[in-house]
């Protein structure tokens, strides 16, 4: 049974950077695409970046390309996502994903596990 959790949000002030991190347990992490989606209060979930199982495939939403960095650690089994010159337009619910697949996928749908979420609040 994989498990995802997230940690590391919080409240920080628009310019400034956060770091999240999700650490998963069972399946087989070396294998898996992991990625990270938001939802911000009466809008839809969206994605936000993805990391091939190998890390050489990166995607990123256009709106947080050049801010945002998704890495990962084999040794941990935890995902990064490195957030920064935050706008008060990320502020939102960031949750971890997981797919049975070695590739990200900019589609909701494709992925199977889920974190519970975290929430990130940028003041203006």
């Known amino acids: 049974q994989v498990q995802l959790v997230e940690s590391g949000g919080g409240l920080v002030q628009a310019g400034g950077s956060l770091k999240l991190s999700c650490v998963r347990s069972?399946?087989?992490?070396?294998?898996?695409?992991m990625g990270w989606f938001r939802q911000a209060p009466g809008k839809e979930r969206e994605f936000v970046a993805g990391?091939?199982?190998?890390?050489?495939?990166?995607s990123y939403a256009d709106s947080v390309q050049g801010r945002f960095t998704i890495s990962r650690d084999y040794a941990k089994k935890t995902v990064y996502l490195q957030m920064n010159s935050l706008k008060p337009e990320d502020t939102a619910v960031y949750s971890c994903?997981?797919?049975?697949?070695?590739?990200?996928?900019?589609?909701?749908?494709?992925?199977?596990?889920w974190g519970q979420g975290t929430q990130v609040t940028v003041s203006s």
């Open positions: 069972g399946g087989t992490f070396s294998s898996s695409a």
């Open positions: 990391i091939g199982y190998s890390s050489d495939r990166r």
């Open positions: 994903a997981a797919r049975d697949d070695p590739l990200p996928s900019r589609v909701q749908d494709a992925w199977k596990y």
